[in-house]
């Protein structure tokens, strides 16, 4: 007899296995991360049974939200010999109860992602068979797509973050792949732009535009900067100091060996009108040049210019505690040291983005309340934006009510001296310091449904909930060793 939809399993809300976006090796899976996931199953299985409701349709509710957040939090709390319920707040009520879980998540509020990928490849039948960026990731084995280039789509990344997720606006990011030919060029994401306002009629989508000033000369770079503002709408441009490999370089000038090309890069992003600059620092394996360090320097240097921190410092594989100065110079502490020797604090042009951080911090609480708290503390509930990094993380709506659910326990904001995460700052983060930074009208409405319309497509929808990067060390380190040097 065959099974009936509501009986499917589509997967967890909250992913619990390995995978990564392409720029680090999948972290190891924690013990309390694994008795989380078991703890979350048997808590899922057992409600099913209580209630007598479709797996499908209880997997894809608040209370199975509430359940696996739930598990996080019990198994983060005994692993390190705390009472539950500090992170996730969830009563429990909410195992069953969906206003109660919904009371703890609250209701669907304004999301503006700030970092977005998709892979445009053209689909040459003849070229099928070739390597490309994102063969060794899972999602290139998507049952719907006969060839695999495909799985990574605008069509793909836009069902995940416009239906499947509560995000309305979202800024479109170049990668770390060689312009010429990328799936991810700025032709692509002015494609994707035009492609969004045929389909709902306004502008959903902005533009991080790629620049990499050490990988020519100067003038050359700097051309190309105005003739791609001259034929696209570009809202900000996107960089590495680490990227590509043998190529480092600093945005403030500070290494005198190194090219000199931070000041005069920074310069003309005022003269051309476009002072919005977002540059990835972290998640670099701990490359030197992938630090946060020279960001406090630039932003005093430059206060014409906005700096956006693409995932805050972070690495994958240190445990982030308070800010201390003995470890001022690991992770998301290197940000905070970098900004404060320079002067600068709340409100002034550094901002820190979340994107892949929040996607590990989830399901590391302890440490996510530290993140938070100092990132709160340092800039200020105005100076960070939200991005999850998707299309690597699948739908990034577990991230976001997560996120929501979220509390920085009252005993660390007193020990620690961090503000509360309250609900207005949520808000502000997941939306409208992005609207503010941009300068562009908050489009809060999904395209072409209601609310109840949204939330019965996601309940049936066929696909399974799942993250799309690659998954193990094997698969990370194939894409590396086809990248390595300028692609």
């Not at 209701?107 to 700030?114: A, I």
């Not at 312009?179 to 533009?207: H, K, Q």
């Not at 930074?437 to 949204?454: A, H, K, S």
């Not at 998954?471 to 692609?487: C, D």
Request: aromatic content about 10%; proline content about 8%.
């Amino acid at each position: 007899m065959p099974i009936s939809w509501r009986d499917e399993d589509p997967g967890l809300p909250i992913y619990f296995g390995q995978v990564s976006n392409g720029e680090y090796d999948p972290e190891p899976l924690a013990p309390a991360r694994i008795e989380a996931e078991r703890l979350a199953r048997a808590e899922i299985d057992d409600a099913i049974a209580r209630t007598g409701i479709g797996r499908r349709v209880f997997l894809r509710s608040a209370c199975a939200l509430a359940i696996c957040l739930g598990a996080v939090d019990t198994a983060v709390a005994r692993a390190a010999g705390l009472p539950g319920g500090l992170f996730y707040p969830f009563d429990p009520t909410s195992r069953l109860d969906t206003e109660a879980a919904r009371a703890v998540i609250g209701p669907p509020k304004f999301v503006f992602d700030v970092q977005g990928h998709l892979l445009e490849y053209d689909l040459d039948p003849s070229t099928r068979g070739d390597w490309f960026w994102g063969r060794q990731f899972p999602q290139a084995r998507c049952e719907e797509e006969d060839d695999p280039r495909a799985c990574f789509s605008t069509n793909h990344f836009l069902e995940e973050v416009f239906i499947r997720s509560d995000t309305t606006m979202v800024a479109l990011s170049g990668l770390p792949i060689n312009p010429e030919g990328s799936p991810l060029s700025n032709d692509v994401m002015e494609e994707t732009r035009r492609l969004v306002i045929a389909l709902s009629g306004d502008e959903r989508v902005v533009v991080n535009a790629l620049a990499l000033p050490q990988t020519a000369p100067i003038g050359s770079v700097v051309d190309e900067m105005e003739r791609t503002v001259a034929e696209h709408r570009v809202a900000g441009w996107k960089t590495f100091t680490h990227f590509p490999h043998g190529m480092p370089w600093w945005l403030d000038d500070h290494d005198p060996a190194l090219p000199q090309v931070g000041n005069e890069f920074l310069d003309h992003l005022v003269a051309i009108g476009t002072p919005l600059l977002f540059v990835h620092k972290g998640l670099s394996n701990h490359t030197r040049h992938g630090s946060p360090q020279d960001i406090g320097p630039a932003a005093a240097a430059h206060p014409d210019v906005t700096f956006v921190v693409y995932h805050s410092g972070f690495e994958v594989d240190l445990r982030e505690g308070p800010y201390r100065e003995d470890a001022a110079d690991r992770g998301v502490n290197r940000l905070i040291k970098s900004v404060s020797d320079a002067g600068l604090g709340r409100g002034d042009n550094v901002y820190a983005e979340l994107g892949s951080t929040w996607w590990h911090l989830l399901r590391r609480p302890d440490e996510a309340a530290h993140v938070l708290g100092k990132l709160l503390a340092a800039l200020g509930e105005d100076n960070i934006l939200w991005g999850t990094d998707s299309i690597f993380y699948g739908s990034p709506q577990g991230q976001i009510e997560a996120f929501r659910a979220f509390q920085i326990p009252a005993e660390m904001r007193e020990r620690f001296g961090y503000p509360e995460l309250t609900d207005r700052a949520k808000e502000k983060i997941l939306g409208w310091n992005a609207v503010r930074l941009y300068g562009v009208e908050p489009l809060t409405e999904p395209i072409g449904f209601t609310l109840e319309d949204l939330a019965e497509v996601r309940r049936d929808h066929p696909v399974p909930t799942r993250a799309w990067g690659p998954s193990t060390v094997e698969e990370v380190r194939e894409f590396r060793l086809h990248h390595q040097g300028w692609p």
